[in-house]
């Protein structure tokens, strides 16, 4: 007995067009996860690297504050002639610590300066004082030390605003990459599925040529046997 071909039904487009759509919509989530993990990555970097530009650019303003007040200049009128408003215009903070450690504060709203908040070496650091994060830098005046400080909230409040974008951006990126490769999945696809409609056809129109022959075959065999 011969085999029964199963065929699509003539007309039956939607059995064709669905592994047609799958394979689109596969290649598609595909695509979109690859963006996703590319995007996720250069937005870290960009975000680490925006964090490390704008505490430079507080660095950079302690720095001048502090020569300023070391060339001679009253460090208060220092700290409030080179207001930085690249970072949001946070004051700059300013004390006097003498050599046996007694800090002063130079800044009506400085908070009292912690023993060993800053570093000796000149480098800037970043401590913690009253529960608000400051970027501290100090440099030597005489025996004594002028040690500027600068709030990070104007920095952390950019980072803030730059994450929640980036959150808010992200699914409309990725749903919009997900749209377009979808759409080229689909146009890309065409040609292969209409080779293999034909294919589909062909197989159908050489089953329904071959069935009534093999049936001849068949019955004459049986006979001679």
Do not use: C
């Not at 690297?49 to 650019?57: D, E, I, K, M, T």
């Not at 208060?76 to 504060?105: I, N, T």
């Not at 100090?138 to 980072?159: C, E, M, N, T, Y």
């Amino acid at each position: 007995m011969t085999r029964p071909v199963h065929t699509t039904p003539p007309g039956d487009t939607a059995g064709l067009a669905r592994p047609r759509h799958t394979r689109a919509v596969r290649v598609a989530g595909v695509a979109t996860l690859i963006v996703a993990v590319i995007y996720v990555v250069a937005l870290a970097v960009f975000n680490v690297v925006a964090a490390r530009q704008l505490v430079s650019q507080v660095d950079t303003q302690l720095k001048r504050t502090l020569q300023a007040a070391q060339s001679g200049e009253p460090a208060a009128a220092a700290a409030q002639r080179r207001g930085d408003k690249d970072v949001g215009g946070a004051p700059v903070l300013l004390w006097e610590v003498s050599a046996d450690g007694q800090a002063k504060a130079l800044s009506d709203t400085a908070p009292a300066l912690p023993a060993g908040a800053w570093l000796p070496s000149g480098k800037p650091d970043t401590r913690r004082i009253d529960n608000v994060t400051f970027r501290l830098r100090a440099l030597p005046r005489g025996h004594d030390w002028v040690v500027a400080g600068q709030s990070l909230f104007d920095v952390q409040h950019i980072r803030n605003v730059l994450f929640t974008g980036e959150l808010v951006a992200s699914p409309v990126l990725l749903a919009a990459v997900f749209l377009a490769a979808l759409g080229i999945g689909l146009q890309a696809s065409g040609p292969v599925e209409q080779a293999r409609r034909r294919q589909l056809e062909f197989t159908a129109d050489a089953s329904h040529e071959l069935r009534t022959p093999l049936s001849v075959i068949e019955a004459e065999t049986g006979l001679a046997l």
